[in-house]
């Protein structure tokens, strides 16, 4: 049966709690390992660990700037072993946060998350949320394309000092133009009418799935208050 999206994401979640939980950079590592396989299973490529070490590496720089001239056992000019152990380990525990995001998101569909959310108690607001908020930077994307063939058919290129009035004002105007027409539709279609929704085709959930969205937080938990 395939993977209910709210299981992907509670895991994910799990993830997290591991790490601030256990709070160790060996931890840290075998989360970071573990994610990025099942990431690069779902995905059969590197776009998981890529986009992970696209987001760990200015972090982790950062982290090692703060904290690498400040401790006590000083090993060069602005340079200490502990203060590089710390921003060493914080920056591996954002780099297993960023993992375990990334690969739940890798294991889902935003159609299926929309529709998963959708039934839960007071979920259609926040299908529509989600689904607006994870939609918009494809939505973003198409739309660059746009403005730039448009632009390109008229002969204008697109520079440094014509980038606000021939890119970015064009694509904004029509980002919201669409969300204006989309809320005229949902306004139309009942949005804001109570009660449950009808879902034609749901998205598929066992119970073993729905046990594990309950237990597996709990599990979790107590591993980070036991270890």
């Known amino acids: 049966m395939p993977l209910n999206p709210l ?12 790490v601030f939980g256990l709070n160790s950079a060996l931890a840290s590592a075998v989360i970071v390992l573990v994610a990025c396989a099942f990431g ?6 590197v776009s998981v660990p890529a986009a992970v070490l696209a987001l760990a590496v200015p972090v982790g720089l ?11 056992h000083r090993i060069a000019p602005l340079l200490t072993s502990d203060g590089l152990a710390v921003g060493g380990a914080l920056a591996l525990r954002f780099c ?3 993992s375990c995001m990334i690969a739940a998101v890798a294991w889902i569909r935003i159609p299926d998350l929309v529709k998963a959310v959708q039934v839960l108690p007071g979920g259609n607001k926040l299908a529509y949320l989600a689904g607006a908020t994870l939609q918009l930077v494809p939505q ?8 730039r063939d448009a632009q390109a058919l008229k002969r204008t290129p697109i520079t440094a000092r014509n980038a ?15 969300g204006s027409a989309r809320g005229t539709a949902l306004e139309t279609a009942g949005y804001d009418l109570p009660g449950a929704r009808t879902v034609l085709r749901p998205v598929p ?3 073993l799935q729905r046990a594990v969205r309950w237990t597996l937080p709990v599990v979790c938990v107590g591993v980070a208050l036991w270890i």
Request: a positive charge; one cysteine or more.
């Open 7 to 18: 299981t992907a994401l509670v895991v994910g979640g799990c993830g997290w709690i591991l």
């Open 40 to 45: 690069v299973w779902r995905t059969r490529n």
């Open 62 to 72: 950062s982290m090692l700037l703060i904290h690498a001239p400040y401790g006590t």
């Open 164 to 178: 606000i009035t021939h890119l970015v004002l064009p694509v904004l105007t029509a980002l919201l133009t669409h």
């Open 96 to 98: 297993a946060l960023m």
């Open 140 to 147: 973003g994307h198409a739309q660059v394309n746009t403005v």
């Open 205 to 207: 959930d066992s119970t």
